[in-house]
Nanobody, 119 residues
């Protein structure tokens, strides 16, 4: 079955960086577009970024454009999110999911990884 396991979250200072990882199994990762999303306390799921199966196409939400970078390694079945210039509003649980764009299949998301940005 589809399994996505997010990792790499933690505590970061404002202006700092974190790199999130997502390990995929149970499906053909190399032919599947992937997405990162997040959910802050009391808020809905927010789409952040997507990448096509061959990495040719990427897309970002305005809230993270220029600060976050999505990438993938199909040989390792891994998805990444490099997060720079973090601010407290980036604090949330971060998820990876199958699909491309805001309408990705969030039913496939993993348990998430917590990111907290605070001084």
């Amino acid at each position: 079955q589809v399994q996505l396991v997010e990792s790499g979250g933690g505590l970061a200072q404002p202006g700092g960086s974190l790199r999130l990882s997502c390990a995929a199994s149970g499906f053909t990762f190399s032919t599947t577009s992937m997405t990162w999303a997040r959910q802050a306390p009391g808020k809905g799921l927010e789409w952040l970024s997507s990448i096509s199966f061959g990495s040719r196409s990427t897309k970002y939400a305005d809230s993270v454009k220029g600060r976050f970078a999505i990438s993938r390694d199909n040989a390792k079945r891994m998805l990444y999110l490099q997060m720079n210039s973090l601010n407290p509003e980036d604090s949330a649980v971060y998820y990876c999911a199958k699909g491309f764009g805001p309408n990705a299949d969030y039913r496939t998301r993993g348990q998430g990884t917590q990111v907290t940005v605070s001084s």
